[in-house]
Every structure is written in structure tokens, then in C-alpha cells.
């Protein structure tokens, strides 16, 4: 009896020991796998692209749904069929909600990463969302934060900026933008990218267009300039359907 009682007692501290060195992590349960606290830029950018596509697009939650029946491409039953839009509205508020919180914050770490990484062609591609994101949010809301945005809880309450602050701002983003893009650099492939595919040039060209296009916003403004104008008409431009800056 003695012997077996013995051999229960070795038994169990054997089997002590190994789960001790199995296991040693074991009760280290505050890094969950399931929601790593860091991602690849090739995982962050298509979840921003298609992100930034519903917060801008036409949808439930899209702020063109409410432009599309103002501009009478549609009808629906709302009040916006009446003019009667206000700020409390669901397809005003969640854009907002869904490009500050989410679009605007990974875009800012794609930049942050990116450059850290030097991963150029994603910081470009960053930069040119960026700039398009703010400019349309600049359109229809006017001043918005935006030079203390996105910075979490180490500004909750950020200040409001000037439209004319923000749009000098970003033709200079777009600048830089453009700067990242022809540098060598490893190219997202087509699942990184929802919009390009990882094509490089019609990055470049969305991102020229889309700076004319902020130019002819302000033609009637100081910040309106001639002889960039003109040397952007010699640039690489969108021409086609192909060139198209869309979610694929």
C-alpha cells in the first residue's frame, strides 16, 4: 500500500513539473491573440480604404446619400428628399464618427509606421487619402479639427481649424505625398490596395488631380496659384476610366 502510495505521489509531482515548464506563460493573460495591438501596413490600408469609401460614398452611412438626393441623381424618404437635413441626421453623423475614429487614426499610424519602416509608397498612399479625407470633411462641415486631431486620449477635446488653414495645409501634404511616391520603395500588391492595385502611377496621378481639383475649389480665394495650376496641367493627371480613384 505504502508503494503505491508513493508511486500516486511521484506521479503527481511529475506531472507538477512538467505543466510548471509547459506552461510557464501560462497564467500571462494579458496579451490576447485574438487582438494583436499591432498590425502590418498591408493589413491596415485596405481596412482604411474601404473605411474612408463608406464614410465618403454613397450608402446608409455615406455622406454622398445625402448629396446624390440634393443633387437629384436619387429619391428617398427622408429628410433629406425635403431639404430638412440637420446635423443629428445618421448619414451626417457617422461619416463623422467613422473618419475621425477610424479612417483618420489609421491613417495616421499608417504615416507613423510607414516612415518609421520607410515604407514610402505606403506613406504616400496615406498622405493622398489623407488630404482627400480632410478636403471633402472641410467642404461639407467647414472648420474641423484637424492639426490636433487623431491624437486619442492625449487630446480628447481637439481645436477647431480654420478651412483656409487646413486646405494650405494640405496642398503642401499632397506635395509630399507625391515626394514618397516616386521614391524606390516596396510597393503594396493588390490585396493591400482596394483602390490602385499597388499601381504606383495612378497613385500619382489621383494625387496631382486631386490637387487641381482643391485649386479650382479656391480659384476665387488668395490661396489659388496660377503657376502651380499650369504646372500641374503638365503633370500626370487622371484621363481615363482605368485612372479612376475608386474602391475596386
Request: glycine share 6%; with cysteine; proline share 4%.
Amino acid at each position: 500500500m505504502k508503494q503505491y502510495l508513493f508511486y500516486i505521489k511521484s506521479t503527481i509531482v511529475a506531472v507538477a513539473l512538467l505543466m510548471m515548464a509547459g506552461c510557464s506563460d501560462y497564467l500571462d493573460i494579458n496579451d490576447d491573440p485574438n487582438n494583436p495591438t499591432k498590425a502590418p501596413l498591408s493589413q491596415i490600408l485596405p481596412y482604411t480604404q474601404a473605411t474612408t469609401a463608406g464614410a465618403l460614398g454613397l450608402g446608409t452611412a455615406g455622406l454622398s446619400d445625402v448629396l446624390a438626393v440634393w443633387s437629384h441623381q436619387l429619391v428617398q424618404r427622408s429628410n433629406h428628399d425635403d431639404y430638412a437635413t440637420n446635423g443629428n441626421d445618421f448619414n451626417i453623423t457617422e461619416p463623422w464618427d467613422k473618419l475621425y475614429t477610424v479612417a483618420l487614426t489609421d491613417l495616421r499610424e499608417i504615416i507613423r509606421i510607414g516612415t518609421e519602416q520607410e515604407s514610402w509608397h505606403y506613406v504616400g498612399i496615406a498622405q493622398v487619402l489623407k488630404a482627400y479625407a480632410f478636403s471633402s470633411m472641410v467642404d461639407v462641415w467647414g472648420d474641423i479639427p484637424y492639426f490636433q486631431s487623431n491624437q486619442g486620449a492625449a487630446n480628447p477635446f481637439p481645436a477647431f481649424d480654420n478651412g483656409k488653414a487646413i486646405y494650405t495645409d494640405l496642398f503642401l501634404l499632397l506635395n509630399e505625398a507625391v515626394a514618397n511616391l516616386k521614391k524606390s520603395s516596396a510597393r503594396p500588391v493588390t490585396n493591400d490596395d482596394l483602390i490602385y492595385g499597388g499601381n504606383i502611377g495612378r497613385w500619382i496621378k489621383a494625387a496631382n488631380t486631386i490637387k487641381l481639383n482643391l485649386y479650382n475649389k479656391v480659384r476665387l480665394t488668395d490661396l489659388y496659384n496660377a503657376a502651380d495650376v499650369t504646372k500641374l496641367l503638365g503633370e500626370d493627371l487622371m484621363t481615363s476610366i482605368g485612372d479612376d480613384f475608386e474602391l475596386l
